[in-house]
Structure formats: C-alpha cells, structure tokens
T-cell receptor
Framework: DSGVTQTPKHLITATGQRVTLRCSPR?????VYWYQQSLDQGLQFLIQYYNGEERAKGNILERFSAQQFPDLHSELNLSSLELGDSALYFC???????????FGDGTRLSIL | AQSVTQLGSHVSVSEGALVLLRCNYS??????LFWYVQYPNQGLQLLLKYTTGATLVKGINGFEAEFKKSETSFHLTKPSAHMSDAAEYFCAVSHTGRRALTFGSGTRLQVQP
C-alpha cells in the first residue's frame, strides 16, 4: 500500500461528458503529480501541484484542469471527453525535492 | 529536455536466470533515475532510485541498478529471476529543475518456469 488513495477506481462515461478524479496523497506529502497512461502514448506527466499551487505543467490538454485543496487532496477535472481520453490516470505524491514519488492504483477511465 | 529509452519492450527469462533490463537516458543536467514496477491492474511501485552518491543502487526484491554516466545508462539487474518478478518495468528520469518524471516506454518481463 503506497498510502496514495485514488477514487473512483473505474469510471465509464460518454463522449462530451465531464468527470472528476480525486487523489489523497500520503500523509505529509505536499507535492501531487498527475500522470496519464495510455497504450499509444505510454506514461505521460500532466501536472504538478505543491502545497496548493501549480508547480509544473506537462502534456495536459486545455480541456483538463486540476487543483489542490488546503487539505492537500487534489482533483483532476476532465471535460468535453473524447474517445482518446480513455486511459489510466495516476496520482503520485512526494515529500520533497529529493524524495521519490509514490503512486496510487489509478483511475481507469473508459469513454464510450 | 530529457528522455528515456528502454531497449526491448518484451524480455523473457527462465526462472533462476539473470534478469537484465536496459535503460538509457538523455538529460542536459545531472539526472535522478528511477525504476518502477507495475503489476497488472496496480499502480507503480518504486524499485530503486539514484540521486547522488554511490552509483550502484540496491532496491527491493533483490534488484539493483548501476548509474553509468559515461554510457548514460541505468540498467536494472537481478541475479536470479523468480516467477513473481513477471510484471512491467519502467525506467524514469527527473532532475532538480523538473521533479516530474519522464518515463520510458516500459519493458514487460516474462519469467518462464
């Protein structure tokens, strides 16, 4: 158990819809990262938050957004969903600059 | 920019044989290097990491990796494969200016009885 909790585990929805993925980091970890894992793109970094502030952006689409709340949990919002958004979305957290990232079990998003 | 190349998308070994998974990286600054393992329907679990210091890094489950700057490599090895090692392995790189991980495409390890 990594200590990172992601909900829901599975999400099935239709094109054009909007979903919210939730992540609770390990106790004490200030940094939260979101990654997308798909068959064609592999594992890609989306966005990082540190103590409530956006710290870095990766290959995140404009239709996607995220935030980190005062209690340090984070949400990834995906809107106007397309078939190609079907993927496994991982959240990871870390304690500090030299510390490794610990991953949750992911949310599997299926767009029908 | 940084990148990771994992040679061999699939590797098959016999139980008890040496495991060698290859990883080469590209980074314009001193890298931090990681190996993660992913079992089916699970998240990524950290096997080992290199940040600074000793270039031979020991991780969990008997795995180790050696950072070779001259070869820009960070290959993962295990002397004797076990059936439970069957999984997908990812090499990743980051650095002080960019903590987000850049992953390789992964290597699926199959262990034959």
């Amino acid at each position: 158990d990594s200590g990172v909790t992601q909900t829901p585990k599975h999400l099935i929805t239709a094109t054009g819809q909007r979903v919210t993925l939730r992540c609770s980091p390990r106790s004490g970890d200030l940094s939260v990262y979101w990654y997308q894992q798909s068959l064609d793109q592999g594992l890609q970094f989306l966005i990082q938050y540190y103590n409530g502030e956006e710290r870095a952006k990766g290959n995140i689409l404009e239709r996607f957004s995220a935030q980190q709340f005062p209690d340090l949990h984070s949400e990834l919002n995906l809107s106007s969903l397309e078939l190609g958004d079907s993927a496994l979305y991982f959240c990871a957290s870390s304690a500090g600059s030299n510390q490794p990232q610990h991953f949750g079990d992911g949310t599997r998003l299926s767009i029908l | 920019a940084q990148s990771v190349t994992q040679l061999g998308s699939h590797v098959s070994v016999s139980e008890g044989a040496l495991v060698l998974l290859r990883c080469n990286y590209s980074s314009s600054v001193p890298p931090y290097l990681f190996w993660y393992v992913q079992y089916p329907n699970q998240g990524l679990q950290l096997l080992l990491k290199y940040t600074t210091g000793a270039t031979l890094v020991k991780g969990i489950n008997g795995f180790e990796a050696e950072f070779k700057k001259s070869e820009t490599s960070f290959h993962l090895t295990k002397p004797s494969a076990h059936m439970s090692d069957a999984a997908e392995y990812f090499c990743a790189v980051s650095h002080t200016g960019r903590r987000a991980l850049t992953f390789g495409s992964g290597t699926r390890l199959q262990v034959q009885p």
